[in-house]
């Protein structure tokens, strides 16, 4: 039933009205119609089912977003950035420590996760073959894979056990871990997408190797691993199970990095899972904050990468 | 004057000494080329290649793809050793020394012999300016101040006729330029070190044709400056821009000679094939 158009003699639509077309001139043309339109049907069909399988990509998102924003937006207000938690009962009351926690959890896990990754990163793109390389990039993968409540246990058994009791400390190792896989990888692949012709643009003007990898290629690569570096933040700061057996939350204003410490993660699931209904408003108002701070760092990481020149990113 | 301060400074970083136009009746060789092999891996690429490179002349290097010609011509600022696996044998010999010798940097060699890539090379984070002064960050004794630097650059950017081109927008980005500008560009930033030898590896294989034209008159007004070695895919090119031409073939050198010579009557039966088009 198929029929190639371009076999078929002279059929185009204008000369199929002319008196002297045949009878089987006449058929060919109709089939040619006739293939066409199921074409058309089919392109209309598959472009459909793109769409609806895009909608449902997006579609979680929605949903938590309008969820969040309709449970939590009501609890929201200046006392929930500045105030402590209010005991059971007592009306009000604000996260203001759980809120400043994630951020020198963030920082701490950054302060180690950054440098170590970046500089993995940079040495897996420069020796991309050597045997320490691919045992690196193998190990950061399982590393990347590892459940994150692993990595809680791990902190809790070298940090807070010596330590005698849960710290900030051991919590930024515990996320800082974390970091350091989804870090090198992204920058190793930043680093990639830096041609090889700009290496050997500045080798050929008397740069070392280590100048050229310093300033000219990491240079280059740095909107890109500024991005990667900014999602593996997003990433963490929403971690709960690492945090369980290390910073183990704390009901008051404390940001001593040997003390237990409070973070957005653990006070939403402290309160979501309490019997008190204000409590479980809270941990909503909670959770949109906690997705506020991620956003603001993703819109940070785009601009980031938008306002500089150079590779990668986007 | 500012100018010869500089140039003072520039002779004094580089020991380059300052030579006039060239003595048309004397040639003095740049660079001498004796026996020199390389390889990738186990597969020679450059098999004894003995050739001089006069200083103020240009010299083009043809030869069919994959004979061994840019192979060649990154053997000559050691930039052949940068790629992994690779070994290079023979002797050669800038202004009468061994780059290849135990007590010599490969990056002092770079400094003295600029080169030029195929495709535009500019570094994408930087200005106009800072791409032409790039090399000048990493001479011995640290980057020349800010004054020396305009001087230095305003110069390359003449010499590589892109002055007037670029002049009112030195702080843009590199990128915005067109191929042929960047083209441009790169070989003043090679040029800003004041090299001895600048080394062209097809710089005109990605460019349009009037880009290219730019290019083959910049060349040609290069050899008062500098010695020029430029490889190149196209015969028309080598016959217009140089004084000599070699020809390579499965990494050997079939024959050297003045371009009027090579292009007219050639000594060598398989340089006329090539020349003749009954090959490659």
Redesign the interface.
Known sequence: MTSVPGSAPPTSPAGRHKPHATRSQRAAAERTMRTLRRRRLINRVMVGVMYLAALLAILPLILILFHLVREGASSLSLDFFIRMPAPVGEAGGGMANAIVGTLVLVGLASAIGLPVGIGAGLYLAEHRRSRLALVTRFLSDVLNGLPSIVMGIFAWQFLVRPMGGFSAYSAGVALGAMMIPLVTRSTEEMIRLV?V??R?????????RA?TSLT?VL??A?PGIVTGSLVAVARIAGETAPLLFTAFGNQFWSIALDEPIDALPLRIFYYATSPYDDWRALAWAGALVLIGIVLVISIIARYATRA????GGD | MALAETDRRLVRLTGRTASGPADPGKEETRVAVRGLNAFYGSTQVVRDVSVDFHAHEVTAVIGPSGCGKSTMLRCL?R?HE?APDTRVSGCVELDGRDIYGRDVSA??I??HV??V?Q?P?P???MSIRDNVG??LR??PGGMPARGEVDVIVERALRSAALWDEVKDRLSD?A?GLSGGQQQRL?IA??LA?SPRVLLLDEPTASLDPISTQAIEELVYELRREVTVVIVTHNMQQAARVSDRTAFMLSGELVEVAPSSVLFTNPGDARTEDYITGRFG
């Open positions: 041609p012709s700009l050997e643009a500045a080798l050929a003007l008397g740069f070392s100048r000219i240079r280059t740095l500089r020149h150079g590779l | 600022n930039m940068t990056i002092s770079r400094r600029g080169m890539f495709r090379t570094f994408p984070t790039a090399g990493v001479l980005n990128t790169c930033r090679a070190t």
